[in-house]
């Protein structure tokens, strides 16, 4: 355990680095929010029928978004692509650790660092400035800090599962272009999800993409009760579960496949 602690704690730290590109990543962001929060005025003013959540609601769940957008999974990681393109991937299968949770560390640190650098200025500016409501109660910021540690379980289990892939696919273009169009519309980031059709909310509840962002964002605004917690919390931990076992199954046959050419 302290080995792959290690190993999150060093990627943490090297990816902090990168602060310039943090810098730019927050103007984008608040640039984005403020264009996804017109485009929800202007659907709150023309729209005559009530809907689930009120306009000040939404803009509270935009900038939560922006804020936290590095968690959801958007792309394979790059360096993992490159070992296995390359051959390199072998260094890695003689370290004295588990090749599941030694990806699975590397994950965690890539969907917090940058999170970190981003979240905190977003939060402080939209809180300030932009609409961003605090939390409705304590309960509301406690399920909402549960949730969140959950979906970077869940986003860094997705990722691995994506990275797993490229043992196949080997350069990942398809699943770079096709995850983030999934995420992004099951997870909430683009259209809150209560504002979906009712006809469409079975299959939105069942999906693991709305851990990553909606249940945090709804717990936090208390648009799910605090005393819907457990039931939230149990489907994201259902679904880290599911994906973790799944990923570890594909790992396995993926090296059993693998060749490695060159040296």
Do not use: C
């Not at 190993?7 to 730290?13: F, N």
């Not at 709804?218 to 076992?245: E, K, T």
């Amino acid at each position: 355990m302290t080995a792959y602690w290690t190993v999150i704690s060093a990627r943490y730290r090297m990816l902090l680095q990168y602060r310039a590109a943090a810098i730019a990543g927050v103007v984008t962001q608040l640039f984005w929010g403020f264009l996804r929060v017109m485009i929800f005025d202007a659907f709150y003013r023309s729209s005559t029928i009530t809907q689930p959540m009120s306009f000040e609601n939404v803009v509270t769940y935009v900038w939560l978004g922006q804020a936290l957008l590095g968690l959801i999974p958007l792309r394979p990681d790059y360096e993992i692509r490159n070992m296995i393109l390359k051959g390199n991937v072998a260094y890695e299968l003689i370290r004295p650790l588990n090749l599941y949770w030694l990806w699975f560390s590397r994950e965690l640190a890539n969907r917090t660092a940058p999170t970190t650098l981003r979240s905190i200025p977003i939060f402080v500016l939209s809180l300030l400035f932009f609409g961003l409501q605090p939390p409705t109660s304590i309960l509301s910021a406690f399920g909402f800090i549960i949730a969140i540690i959950l979906a970077i379980f869940l986003s860094s289990s997705i990722s691995i599962i994506v990275n797993i892939s490229l043992m196949w696919t080997i350069s990942g273009e398809g699943v770079s272009q096709i995850l983030p169009a999934i995420v992004w519309i099951f997870s909430g980031i683009i259209i809150p999800l209560p504002l979906f059709p009712d006809s469409v909310q079975p299959i939105l509840n069942f999906l693991p993409f709305r851990g990553i962002m909606d249940t945090p964002f709804r717990l936090y605004m208390g648009h799910i009760p605090p005393d819907q917690l457990l039931n939230v919390i149990s489907h994201q931990l259902i679904w880290i579960v599911i994906l973790i076992a799944l990923g570890r199954w594909i790992l396995n046959r993926g090296l059993k496949r693998l060749v490695i050419q060159g040296g």
